[in-house]
């Protein structure tokens, strides 16, 4: 899903409603984040995924470890090393 705003705060908005659609239908369902077309002359888009298993066996479990959008975690050796 990507999802193109004109507005400066879409990428929020877009980080609130795959969190929201996360939370119903795919919990335990990994978040990607990344960019999304780039064209000339305009800024990048977001580009967001959200990633399941049918069988409903989670992928990622610990979902205070994604970022938000509006405020980046920075890495610490904790979250490097595990």
Not at 5 to 21: Q, T
Not at 59 to 75: M, Q, R
Request: hydrophobic share 35%; glycine share 12%.
């Amino acid at each position: 899903m990507e999802y193109r705003g004109r507005r400066s705060d879409s990428g929020r908005l877009a980080d609130e409603l795959i969190r929201k659609l996360h939370a119903r239908f795919a919990p335990g369902g990994l978040l990607h984040y990344g960019q999304g077309k780039c064209i000339r002359a305009k800024p990048a888009a977001l580009g967001v995924g959200l990633y399941w298993r049918k069988d409903g066996v989670p992928i990622w479990k610990n979902s205070d470890l994604i970022a938000k959008v509006d405020s980046p975690a920075k890495p610490t050796s904790t979250t490097l090393n595990g």
